[in-house]
């Protein structure tokens, strides 16, 4: 099975940052990897897909980068509403795997 | 909108069963894989099972291969999970999802049904 490492496991940070998650898999996946966002108490909601492009609707302040083994999820600057734990998940290949999920925190 | 309703989930002792069900809607059902992903209380996500639009092709992750099993009724566009030999560590809340591996992520999601394994 591919494992899938996030880095780190939370943060913290202001209204206006600049972030960024790293994740990264045991083997290569090429670009087959996805972020998704949840906030407490809610479902996941899907950002990107195939690395870097962004779903429909989804905030051009999120942007994702990466292939092979490293990848990178960037919030340019971060609002209120972007307080919750993301998850990345490659597709590569069986079985579908998550990262550990990282929490971002207001500071 | 699409729209995805999970129902059947509750309280059952261990080695019980149970069978979990997603209604669809706002989308051509059988157009697409559908997954479960459990998520255990505090802990992360983990997906569970897959299905092809038509139902040919199963997938399952190594911890419920054997236990679970997934089916759909394209002419209900629903969604099932049925659970056996249920452990506590089973114990998640389960979310039906849009995508698998065709598509190749999963873009809808719903609010998701409880499970508990407990005596």
């Known amino acids: 099975d591919i494992q899938m490492t996030q880095s780190p496991s939370s943060l913290s940070a202001s209204v206006g940052d600049r972030i960024t998650i790293s994740c990264r898999a045991s083997?290569?996946?090429?670009?087959?990897l996805n972020w998704y966002q949840q906030k407490p108490g809610k479902a996941p909601k899907f950002l990107i897909y195939a690395a870097s492009s962004l779903q429909s609707g989804v905030p051009s302040r999120f942007s994702g980068s990466g292939s092979g083994t490293d990848f990178t999820l960037t919030i340019s600057s971060l609002q209120p509403e972007d307080f919750a734990t993301y998850y990345c998940q490659q597709s590569y290949s069986a079985p579908l795997t998550f990262g550990g999920g990282t929490k971002v925190e207001i500071k | 909108d699409v729209q995805l309703l999970e129902s059947g989930g509750g309280l059952v002792q261990p080695g019980g069963s149970l069978r979990l069900s997603c209604a669809a809607s706002g989308f051509t059902f059988s157009s697409y894989d559908m997954s479960w992903v459990r998520q255990a209380p505090g802990k992360g996500l983990e997906w569970v099972s897959a299905i092809s639009g038509s139902g040919g092709s199963t997938y399952y992750a190594d911890s419920v291969k054997g236990r679970f099993t997934i089916s759909r009724d394209n002419s209900k566009n629903t969604l099932y999970l049925q659970m056996n030999s249920l452990r506590a560590e089973d114990t998640a809340l389960y979310y039906c999802?849009?995508?698998?591996?065709?598509?190749?992520?999963?873009?809808?999601w719903g609010q998701g049904t409880l499970v508990t394994v407990s005596s």
């Open positions: 999802a849009k995508g698998g591996y065709a598509p190749l992520y999963f873009d809808y």
């Open positions: 083997q290569s996946i090429s670009s087959y």
